[in-house]
């Protein structure tokens, strides 16, 4: 029986260690690893899309607080007050409104000028080559 055993197991190894199963064997490994790598993959993919994610949860509520800070501004009467002379030039009884005016909103307004002549001969001379 003893020797029986040992050929039955020498049987069995070869059929273990045939080409066959060593290549099907070798072919789930890979495909094991594969997976894990795809895994990993995916994972570092998500950790990073999470990270993006949290950065604009951050500026969003900064924007929030920012935004929730002026409308408790305007709720008060001092910064409705602020905000209506700003926007609307308002003013209370007895006071004046001066508007100071910047040097580019005292250019030519766009259209005809006093030189538009000169500009439409230029133009002609342009698309004639002179």
């Known amino acids: 029986m003893a020797f029986n055993d040992f050929q039955e197991n020498k049987e069995v190894q ?32 998500l950790r990073g899309e999470i990270k993006t994610l949290e950065k604009k949860i951050a500026e969003a509520d900064s924007a929030k607080a920012t935004w929730e800070a002026k409308a408790e501004d305007l709720r008060t009467e001092a910064g409705l007050d602020r905000e209506a002379r700003g926007k609307f030039n308002l003013k209370k009884p007895g006071e004046e409104v001066v508007i100071f005016l910047d040097d580019a909103s005292q250019a030519r307004p766009p259209g005809l000028t006093g030189d538009w002549p000169a500009s439409l001969w230029s133009a002609v001379k342009g698309r004639l080559g002179f």
């Open 14 to 45: 070869r059929a273990v260690f045939s080409w066959p199963v060593i290549f099907i064997a070798g072919l789930l490994v890979i495909s094991a690893l594969w997976g894990i790598f795809r895994a990993l993959e995916k994972e570092l993919a």
